[in-house]
């Protein structure tokens, strides 16, 4: 069962525009949401992440909302560049002894120049 | 610099043939963990460490081994691979377990077991 839904699985975007990429969780002892950013060929990277008191996150182009009462959070990229393609994956964290780390299933994204 | 370095990047083996992909990091982090990236699936963990001879299951463990020996190392062990292990595996490690601070991943491993 996946604990942390994301969507869409591929995105294409125009050079300039926004791409917006979304997930869903039910646990809400989740404490901590990173987006990681993957290219092709090599791990995952930290991107951005936010914790549930805050509603937003602004770093650059790059942009986290967070909705506490539905349970979701997203990934805006402004002004996407060709540079920008990659995997991104939601995550989120919770305590359990540690901080226990589930990822989302993934997004391609694709800037066309 | 620091890294998480992992080998090999790619193998092409045959089911039962025992294997060991290494996973070292030099940032003296404790906490370290094994994933397997599997398309629709995402990151799913295979088993983590919280400190030296500390280790434990994570969501996907069936068929691995690891062993935390030393603080920089985490092999992972197949002792007899099957078809269905088949996958792009990373490890990663951060300072501590109880922490948020971010995650630093290797770049992978591709393993083909035939």
């Known amino acids: 069962q996946q604990q942390v839904k994301q969507s869409p699985q591929s995105l294409i975007v125009q050079k300039g525009g926004i791409s917006i990429i979304n997930c869903a969780y039910e646990?809400?002892?989740?404490?901590?949401f990173p987006w990681y950013q993957q290219f092709p060929g090599k791990g995952p990277a930290l991107l951005i992440a936010?914790?549930?008191?805050?509603s937003e996150k602004k770093e650059g182009r790059f942009t986290i909302s967070f909705n506490k009462s539905a349970k979701q959070f997203s990934l805006h990229i402004m002004d996407s560049q060709p540079g920008d393609s990659a995997t991104y994956f939601c995550?989120?964290?919770?305590?359990?002894?540690?901080?226990?780390?589930?990822f989302g299933t993934g997004t391609r994204l694709l800037v066309s120049p | 610099e620091a890294q998480v370095t992992q080998n090999p990047r790619y193998l092409i083996t045959v089911t039962g043939k025992k294997l060991t992909v290494t996973c070292s990091q030099n940032?003296?982090?404790?906490?370290m963990s094994w994933y397997r990236q599997d398309p629709g699936l995402g990151l799913r963990q295979i088993y983590y460490?919280?400190?030296?001879?500390?280790?434990d299951k994570g969501d996907v463990p069936e068929g691995y081994k690891v062993s935390r020996k030393e603080k920089r190392n985490f092999p992972l062990i197949l002792e007899s691979p099957s078809p269905n292990q088949t996958s792009l595996y990373f490890c990663?490690?951060?300072?501590?377990?109880?922490?948020?601070?971010?995650?630093?991943f290797g770049d992978g491993t591709r393993l083909s077991i035939l």
């Open positions: 990663a490690s951060r300072p501590q377990a109880s922490s948020n601070q971010p995650q630093h």
């Open positions: 646990n809400t002892a989740f404490d901590y």
């Open positions: 936010i914790r549930p008191d805050v």
């Open positions: 995550a989120a964290s919770w305590p359990t002894g540690f901080q226990k780390l589930v």
């Open positions: 940032m003296n982090h404790e906490y």
């Open positions: 460490s919280m400190n030296v001879e500390v280790t």
